[in-house]
């Protein structure tokens, strides 16, 4: 099993371009989730999802979206990218009722210039 | 009242130490506090989580030490090794979404 895995690994972009980092998940985790982290602040919820075709907000979900069409893989998208979302991206999964328990890929590193 | 407040933000202890690391939250809802452990460029690994019913939940070397009283838990890392220098973050949660509100995060450094 691969676990919970990102893609891109490293991308740089400019302020106002687009794009979509990709989670997927082969645990058949029903929760999904993307955070940010950044230093001396520690993990951020942007969003999360229950289950195939749900999402919802997190603690800071401007300026992000999300998708959620298929079980297994969790989308989030940048619209028009600005400096303030330079940062380490965290997708999770868990499988509730293991309250807790959620397991984290490896990261994305996004540097908006 | 969702915050989780942890500290010390860095721990520097020599090997065989025990670096204790605190964290402390308002939200009397939260049922459920796991400790997450980060080794550079890689994602956070659930390292140990206690309920609020037990006062100490040990696992090898690592205790969770809590305090509903206080609204306060800690880690300790008994005989700490260079091997456990890493990120450590404490987090809370509470209903049935499984949502995580994460502490600031304590990087601690083990030196032979």
């Known amino acids: 099993n691969a676990g919970v895995t990102q893609t891109p690994k490293f991308r740089v972009l400019k302020t106002g371009q687009s794009m979509t980092l990709l989670c997927a998940q082969d645990m058949n985790h029903e929760y999904m989730y993307w955070y940010r982290q950044d230093p001396g602040m520690g993990l951020r919820l942007i969003h999360y999802?229950?289950?195939?075709?749900?999402?919802a907000k997190g603690e800071v979900p401007d300026g992000y979206n999300v998708s959620r069409l298929k079980k297994q893989n969790f989308l989030l998208g940048l619209e028009s990218a600005a400096p303030s979302q330079t940062s380490v991206y965290f997708c999770?999964?868990?499988?509730?009722?293991?309250?807790?328990?959620?397991?984290f890929g490896p990261g994305t590193r996004l540097l908006v210039l | 009242q969702q915050q989780v407040k942890q500290s010390p933000q860095s721990l520097i202890v020599q090997k065989g130490g025990i670096p204790i690391i605190n964290c402390a939250y308002e939200n009397t809802a939260f049922d459920y506090f796991p400790w997450y452990q980060q080794f550079p460029g890689k994602g956070p690994a659930l390292l140990i989580a206690i309920r609020p019913d037990v006062s100490e939940k040990k696992e090898g070397r690592f205790t969770i030490s809590f305090n509903k009283s206080a609204k306060q838990f800690s880690l300790h890392i008994m005989d700490s090794q260079p091997g456990d220098s890493a990120t450590y973050f404490c987090a809370a949660s509470y209903g049935n979404t499984d949502k995580l509100i994460f502490g600031t995060g304590t990087r601690l450094q083990v030196f032979p």
């Open positions: 999802s229950v289950g195939e075709g749900t999402t």
């Open positions: 999770a999964s868990s499988y509730s009722p293991l309250k807790g328990t959620q397991y």
